[in-house]
């Protein structure tokens, strides 16, 4: 029996929980026990009377949450003061975007906890399972968040994307053709925007162009070619990932001024340090940034304004890691899964994502080395 604990989220306007009570249910069905702090649930429509009713233990604070449990389930990174309950019996498991916060870093590698990272866990087919889900919910958001930056009153430049009769939509360019550039090239074609994706992957660019029929442009990324395609966009989304690591500033200061005035850049990379040398994280509070002209929505957490979608999405995604964590035990279910063992980012004073280490120059540990010791 394991002791799962699922901690309510604090983060600026983040209302997503890691875990449904579904999830919950499933978790006491395999003879756990799951501790959750109140109203962990609620902002995701997800009361605590249906926790308890699923068979969970509620806890009026984090703290009880991580004193009685030793499986500890997010949705985002743990903040300064929750990190100082981290003990070594403890596993974590939830976003954790190492690369752009060294300070987590540390206090991670202090805690001696083993720290599991959703975002780079992997399948059979070397694809990212735990990220996809929120990377479908960010990239459809990306294009709506950036609508309503194109308004007037947000500093835009007042354009409608899906234009009316007689005036052309607005232009739609997206930087990187993954989960999130696929879902959000979907939904500005879908809004009637006429619409340009640029990959380095041809292989990308030829799925992307069978998805749609030819209805998105397909381009190949190079400097020249980003450059002519900003000259005349009104809404740039920032798609750009490398899994685990930071996130390279393809957007120079000097391209983004060549944007026209009142343009709108949504950079969904921003958990990763973002894709423009302008980048800096935002809040839902303080959602929006104008520099170089351009109209900056960083929100370093997109997904938790829409927390129910989010997290029934993410829950179908974590649970069966979750139980095998909870039903193996940390280490059997790490040597038995080498995708679940590819999430491993921080254990027992190590770091073991190699990304992470050459993004912040520290040393680093293979994950497999460090099993004996969990």
Excluded at 66 to 77: G, H, S, W
Excluded at 169 to 197: D, K
Excluded at 289 to 303: F, L
Aim: glycine letters at 10%; hydrophobic letters at 40%; charged letters at 20%.
């Amino acid at each position: 029996m394991t002791a799962v604990g699922i901690l309510r989220e604090i983060k600026n306007h983040e209302y997503r929980v890691g875990m449904t009570p579904a999830g919950v249910k499933e978790l006491v069905r395999h003879g756990h026990d799951v501790w959750i702090e109140t109203q962990a649930g609620a902002g995701a429509g997800f009361p605590d009377e249906h926790y308890v009713q699923a068979g969970a233990h509620l806890c009026d604070h984090a703290a009880e949450v991580m004193q009685r449990a030793t499986l500890l389930i997010k949705v985002k990174e743990p903040l300064a003061h929750e990190r100082r309950h981290l003990e070594p019996r403890h596993t974590l498991f939830t976003y954790l975007h190492l690369a752009p916060d060294e300070a987590q870093t540390v206090d991670l590698i202090e805690s001696g906890a083993v720290c599991i990272a959703y975002e780079t866990v992997t399948d059979d087919r070397g694809h990212l399972p735990l990220l996809a889900p929120m990377s479908e919910v960010a990239g459809r958001l990306s294009v709506q968040a950036g609508a309503h930056a194109l308004e007037k009153y947000k500093g835009g430049r007042g354009v409608l994307l899906s234009g009316v009769a007689g005036v052309k939509p607005g232009r739609v360019s997206v930087l990187g053709g993954g989960v999130v550039g696929r879902n959000a090239a979907r939904l500005a074609m879908g809004l009637g925007a006429e619409v340009t994706v640029l990959d380095k992957s041809l292989e990308v660019l030829r799925e992307l162009d069978a998805l749609f029929a030819g209805r998105v442009h397909t381009l190949y990324s190079t400097g020249e070619a980003l450059e002519e395609t900003l000259l005349s966009s009104d809404l740039l989304i920032g798609a750009v990932l490398v899994p685990g690591a930071a996130a390279p500033k393809l957007i120079t200061r000097d391209l983004l001024r060549k944007m026209p005035d009142g343009a709108a850049f949504v950079d969904v990379s921003i958990d990763q340090g973002g894709c423009a040398e302008t980048s800096r994280p935002t809040t839902h509070d303080d959602p929006v940034y104008i520099e170089e002209g351009v109209v900056h929505y960083c929100v370093a957490n997109m997904p938790g304004a829409v927390a129910r979608t989010s997290t029934l999405a993410l829950t179908n995604a974590t649970l069966p890691y979750i139980l095998a964590l909870a039903d193996e035990g940390t280490r059997a279910a790490l040597k038995r899964q080498k995708g679940l063992r590819d999430g491993l980012n921080v254990a027992r004073g190590m770091l073991t994502c190699k990304g992470v280490a050459q993004a912040q120059d520290r040393p680093y540990v293979a994950s497999e080395s460090t099993l004996d010791k969990i």
